[in-house]
């Protein structure tokens, strides 16, 4: 595995991405802060006012159904008493003021005292509402039994509507001699009992609806004493109460709207009849009629069954139901208002808190995410600066958005990143990054590495020639020189992935193996040598360029050692100042073996055990042996000529110096270090 490839592994490894980002946890906890106080604001309010209400809701409720029992009182009574006074009356121009003074009295029949029957009908009443008025006769016909029961000491209050077709109720009640009845139009009970959300309504003894807000239910007729709960009014013995109860008031009367409308066809039938038989009414009429009477009276009247509700058959709902046992007829006055419409106020409240909470809550996420994208944003730039700083990128340009804490933050790491982008130029930035993430432990490792040393042919006479042509400027013009140089030969070695070790005056000092691995030392190896050729050829095309004579920029050329063996690679150093490198006998040999490519008249020389490893791969001549000192065998020692695989360039060590324009040295007469006596050319002859 190549440098190269490690590297963005590594980087992946550690660009790693934010679960939970600054603007997420922001508007997080205002959300909950939101919900939590609107909304337990919004409970307790709702509960509180819900408590007020039901009990304000009883209490209404339990006064209108009051009233309305006190009003339906009141005109029971007034009827008795309107009667009494009709009844008493002596002649016919009399009664029909009454009858103008009261409207709303429709018939009335009692019995007087020479025992005869009479009958006073309001034929205003009838014309005005489009209605026979014979229907009085059938009516009082039909309810002879119920006379004689208000004979009896009874009071009992019928719905007529049903055989009138208008809203009229029959007051049976004791007279004197007999039993009396009287019609009335309860219009005034219509009105009261039809006011306000609280509905009431008004059944018999026997549960015939009397007065309801739904006019359908009294025209049908319909009968509600056969629910259970009408059944539990009945029996109880309170006279007034209030409750709240799970019922239905919803009546189901499908079949008296079909019979009703069959009555009211009959009725036209019938009454076309009288008029076609009218011309022979003093003949056979009476015969006729009593045969149509009695028709009508078997398919309208005795077949027709009062129309029971089972509570059990319906959908119940939740109601507040108050009653209120009338004094007159058995009566009974239910006032019922559903529980959801006494908190629909409170319910319709809750709702527009609960869209005020949605409202304030969109609006404070909004403020939040923008006032946390002026904090994440910045935060995400010093993020990403920081993974890149740990990636090994130190060369950054951050700009300061604010004067605030993050502002000074991101100026601070400006500074941090200029630092270490001058830190990383001092040292070896790939050891620099791999010691900043903990991955170069300290102490030392055993490494089979292979070590490079170069250094420029001649470089103290070039120095001086630098002092002698431009003086107190030299030291500029030198440094300038070598880093021209040096970058040329450090981008050799890091193509190559091998690791600048130091630079020592004019000299360099790489290895390959040690902070990086291609995976075996013979790769290894081949990336030391192949990174000396491109350093042959990038030194080769940069003298080509450079003018003859140019005292400023004056040719480089350099000699090569390189030896592979095991070494100690670590961190060494002191506690202020470290620095990674690589220590051994083989280290030591590849500096000896690079001083000798000057006196070999070679640009690059490797080790046996170098060789060893590349020969398959390089065109390589062997030099004489060498006896370094401190060893018993001679060391053999081989120059490179190129790459096997090259079309073009020097194929023997002569076409090297020629190249290079290198003299070849005359082996015999060589010394090298004559002072130190470290070498001897040419094995144990020369050996010092």
Not at 131 to 138: E, G, H, Q
Not at 164 to 191: D, I, K, R
Not at 227 to 252: C, H, K, M, W
Not at 653 to 679: F, Q, S
């Amino acid at each position: 595995m190549d440098k190269k490839t490690k590297t963005k592994k590594e980087k992946r490894k550690t660009d790693k991405k934010v679960l939970f980002s600054i603007g997420f946890k922001l508007v997080t906890i205002v959300t909950l802060i939101v919900l939590m106080s609107l909304g337990s604001i919004t409970a307790l309010v709702s509960w509180m006012v819900r408590q007020d209400l039901q009990i304000s809701a009883e209490d209404h409720n339990f006064e209108a159904n009051q009233r309305s029992a006190s009003m339906a009182e009141e005109t029971l009574a007034k009827m008795q008493s309107d009667a009494m006074v009709l009844r008493s009356l002596p002649a016919k121009e009399t009664v029909d003021f009454f009858f103008e003074q009261n409207p709303r009295i429709a018939a009335m029949f009692f019995t007087s005292s020479s025992q005869s029957d009479e009958l006073l009908i309001n034929e205003n009443f009838f014309i005005t509402t489009e209605i026979d008025s014979s229907l009085v006769n059938d009516y009082m016909n039909n309810h002879r039994t119920t006379l004689r029961r208000a004979a009896l000491g009874e009071t009992i209050v019928l719905n007529a509507t049903p055989h009138f077709l208008v809203h009229l109720l029959a007051l049976f009640y004791p007279g004197s001699p007999g039993g009396e009845m009287l019609l009335f139009f309860p219009e005034n009970l219509n009105t009261s009992f039809s006011a306000g959300i609280n509905q009431s309504w008004m059944i018999n003894s026997a549960g015939d609806i009397l007065i309801h807000a739904d006019s359908d239910l009294v025209h049908d007729g319909v009968n509600v004493a056969g629910s259970r709960f009408i059944r539990d009014i009945q029996e109880t013995p309170y006279r007034s109460r209030q409750s709240l109860v799970e019922t239905d008031f919803g009546f189901s009367n499908i079949g008296e709207i079909n019979m009703s409308i069959f009555r009211l066809g009959w009725e036209n039938i019938r009454q076309s009849s009288r008029e076609f038989f009218e011309n022979i009414k003093q003949a056979i009429w009476p015969i006729i009629d009593k045969g149509l009477d009695a028709f009508t009276n078997f398919f309208l009247i005795e077949r027709r069954k009062p129309q029971a509700v089972e509570e059990e058959t319906l959908d119940t709902i939740l109601q507040f139901v108050a009653y209120n046992k009338l004094s007159t007829g058995g009566c009974i006055v239910i006032t019922n208002i559903e529980y959801d419409k006494v908190f629909e106020g409170i319910a319709a409240t809750t709702r527009r808190n609960i869209y005020l909470t949605g409202v304030v809550l969109f609006f404070s996420i909004m403020f939040i995410w923008f006032f946390a994208k002026s904090i994440s944003i910045p935060l995400k730039v010093l993020a990403d600066a920081a993974r890149k700083i740990e990636g090994g990128d130190f060369d950054l340009k951050l700009t300061p958005k604010g004067r605030d804490e993050i502002g000074v933050l991101t100026a601070s790491f400006q500074k941090m990143c200029s630092a270490l982008h001058i830190f990383g130029r001092f040292t070896n930035r790939e050891i620099a990054i791999k010691a900043m993430r903990g991955q170069i432990k300290p102490g030392g490792l055993p490494k089979h590495a292979t070590i490079f040393f170069s250094d420029i042919r001649e470089f103290t006479a070039k120095s001086d020639k630098f002092t002698k042509v431009f003086g107190v400027e030299a030291p500029d013009r030198i440094v300038h020189w070598l880093n021209v140089y040096f970058t040329q030969m450090v981008d050799c070695v890091e193509k190559t992935g091998g690791t600048i070790d130091k630079f020592i005056g004019d000299a360099v000092m790489a290895h390959w193996g040690t902070a990086y691995s291609s995976g075996c030392p013979a790769k290894d190896a081949f990336n030391c040598v192949y990174s000396a050729l491109m350093m042959r050829k990038a030194l080769y095309e940069m003298n080509k360029m450079r003018k003859k004579g140019d005292h400023a920029d004056p040719s480089i050329c350099i000699g090569c050692g390189i030896n592979t063996g095991i070494v100690t690679a670590g961190q060494l150093g002191s506690d202020k100042r470290m620095e990674y490198t690589v220590i051994g006998d083989p280290v030591n040999l590849a500096s000896r073996i690079e001083a000798l490519t000057k006196p070999l008249g070679a640009d690059i020389l490797i080790s046996e055990s170098t060789w060893r490893l590349v020969k398959k791969n390089f065109i390589t001549q062997e030099m004489p042996s060498v006896t370094v000192k401190g060893k018993l065998k001679p060391v053999r020692i081989f120059a490179v000529v190129n790459h096997i695989g090259s079309h073009s360039g020097p194929r023997t060590i002569d076409e090297v110096r020629k190249l290079l324009g290198l003299k070849a040295p005359d082996i015999e007469k060589v010394d090298v270090n004559e002072d130190e006596k470290k070498y001897n050319i040419g094995g144990e002859k020369n050996q010092g």
